[in-house]
């Protein structure tokens, strides 16, 4: 009943393939946007901006230069990324510990498990990153990433150096939210995978989101904690 209900699913929500008059479309949809922002009436004020170097460089990289990443590097971009928040704000009686990344109600719907790749001083593998200790705890050492992430033949995943998978369990935020805690779990993710791609740069590091892969598959090989559920990835890898 599952599988037929998540084929229907993507039957009507997941088109597979683009095919010209799709791409017109979406085209057109995207033109009538830029005509409703023109055909606006109101006072335009322009603004004045410099742009900032950081942000106007920002782009999604996929080919990676296969350089080791040292482990004193990768804990910064981690414990800066995901950690527990050093200056102790007072929390709710039922949040957890402050995270460097924001969360709906200061409950932490999101963890992460990490594929370290080719990181010098860890062994590869899966690990679950525990932010109360600072620490990895491996899960699965034998993984192949082209089996975890199968979607991606166009990104170099060989010559990365970690891989974020961003899980959550949305209990919590059910009892507190309702369904609308979904949303939260997503935007939760969205934030952590911001700081990191915040944080690569300064190591010469650089890195893509992904949103393709398999859901039950990947939660089955990540072999990740019961109640969870992978949300979003992202790839690192050093900038060539
Ligand atoms: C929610 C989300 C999901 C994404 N999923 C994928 C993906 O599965 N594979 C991929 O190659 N890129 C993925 N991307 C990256 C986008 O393709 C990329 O951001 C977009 O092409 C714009 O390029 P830029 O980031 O270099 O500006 C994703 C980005 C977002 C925000």
Redesign the pocket.
Known sequence: MANLFEYLLNKIFKPKFFDEKKIFKIVDIQNKKLDLLNALIGKRIKLTSEPHSFFHK???I?NFSGKALNKEYFSEIIFNSLGIRKDKSPKKEYSLEPRTFPSAGGLNLIESAIYVHNVSGIEKGIYLYNPYTEELILLKSKVLLEDLLP??Q??NLNQANFVIFFISNIQPGMIKYGLRSYRYVLLEAGHAAQNILLNLPKYGLGG?????FNDKKLRKELNILKDYQNE?VVVCGGIK
């Open positions: 920002r782009v999604s996929r979607y991606c166009n990104i893509v989101c992904l949103g393709a979003y």
